[in-house]
């Protein structure tokens, strides 16, 4: 049964403020802007911690010794 469906039985049965009820309650307006809000909130967190760990010492410093390995060993 579809949403429209069950608001014209809402509507048959318990007149125009249940269905406008309905209709309220099922909207997904906006919905999407927030999830596109926290999506970017959530992108720009990880770009944020991403940016902290790749310009750290740690890193830079692992990937020369794995490279520096590499180039050294032999075959």
Same mark, same amino acid.
């Given at each position: 049964m579809t949403e429209w469906q069950t608001v014209?039985?809402?509507?048959?049965? %318990?007149? +125009?403020?249940?269905a406008r009820l309905l209709r309220a309650w099922a909207a997904d307006e906006g919905m999407s802007t927030v999830e596109y809000a926290i999506g970017t909130i959530a992108a720009a967190a990880f770009g944020a911690v991403l940016y902290t760990v790749v310009t750290g010492e740690s890193i830079p410093d692992a &990937? #020369?010794?794995?490279? +520096?390995?590499? &180039? %050294? #060993?032999?075959v």
């Open positions: 014209r039985q809402l509507r048959a049965v %318990n007149g +125009e403020i249940g &990937l #020369t010794g794995i490279i +520096e390995k590499a &180039l %050294n #060993t032999s």
